[in-house]
T-cell receptor, first 115, second 110 residues
Framework: DADVTQTPRNRITKTGKRIMLECSQTKGHDRMYWYRQDPGLGLQLIYYSFDVKDINKGEISDGYSVSRQAQAKFSLSLESAIPNQTALYFC??????????????FGEGSRLTVL | KQEVTQIPAALSVPEGENLVLNCSFTDSAIYNLQWFRQDPGKGLTSLLLIQSSQREQTSGRLNASLDKSSGRSTLYIAASQPGDSATYLCAVRTGNQFYFGTGTSLTVIP
């Protein structure tokens, strides 16, 4: 099984619908991240969390929300999806820098299409 | 803010050639640098991780170097194969944030 699992892997929805993307990890990491990738562009940080009680906005958080249900679970929601949110979404995890290599691990991605 | 640049954006080489991919960053106060491979529409697979105190890391035909003072890293691929065709991204960690380049799309021609 993958260390970082994202569901669903593919989703097609309509404008205005609420969508949730889920991420779970077995790495035992505290830090979890949600990124968005558009063709030809780099990865953009949406939200990140350093523990269950710590949630932080990234550079493109507008239109998105997150929930850290447990150390291993971090969900991304689009409250009212719009077509320009069509993209490939990645969840990632890392350990801290004090006792860990600080390596970043990615899930396989969730492709979202908003019609 | 840390800025990461990868040049060229695309590279095409014949099979068997040795090649070098480049990554540059503006702030040398990094914790580590990571190289990833991404196949079309797929996730990012970690290839090599170099800590800030290290100069290079090797894995099979891959060798990554790091020169923090000049803000540069290179990924050397020896004896390239068609299966190496993918996009290669570098990422630097500064504090608890990661900054990504936009990648180099590599095509190895049989």
């Amino acid at each position: 099984d993958a260390d970082v699992t994202q569901t669903p892997r593919n989703r097609i929805t309509k404008t205005g619908k609420r969508i949730m993307l889920e991420c779970s990890q077995t790495k035992g990491h505290d830090r979890m991240y949600w990124y968005r990738q558009d063709p030809g562009l780099g990865l953009q940080l949406i939200y990140y969390s350093f523990d269950v009680k710590d949630i932080n906005k990234g550079e493109i958080s507008d239109g998105y929300s997150v929930s850290r249900q447990a150390q291993a679970k971090f969900s991304l929601s689009l409250e009212s999806a719009i077509p320009n949110q069509t993209a490939l979404y990645f969840c990632a995890t890392s350990g801290g820098t004090s006792t860990n290599t600080g390596e970043l691990f990615f899930g396989e991605g969730s492709r979202l299409t908003v019609l | 803010k840390q800025e990461v640049t990868q040049i060229p954006a695309a590279l095409s080489v014949p099979e068997g050639e040795n090649l070098v991919l480049n990554c540059s960053f503006t702030d040398s106060a990094i914790y580590n640098l990571q190289w990833f491979r991404q196949d079309p529409g797929k996730g990012l697979t970690s290839l090599l991780l170099i800590q800030s105190s290290q100069r290079e890391q090797t894995s099979g035909r891959l060798n990554a170097s790091l020169d923090k003072s000049s803000g540069r890293s290179t990924l050397y691929i020896a004896a390239s194969q068609p299966g190496d065709s993918a996009t290669y991204l570098c990422a630097v960690r500064t504090g608890n944030q990661f900054y990504f380049g936009t990648g180099t799309s590599l095509t190895v021609i049989p």
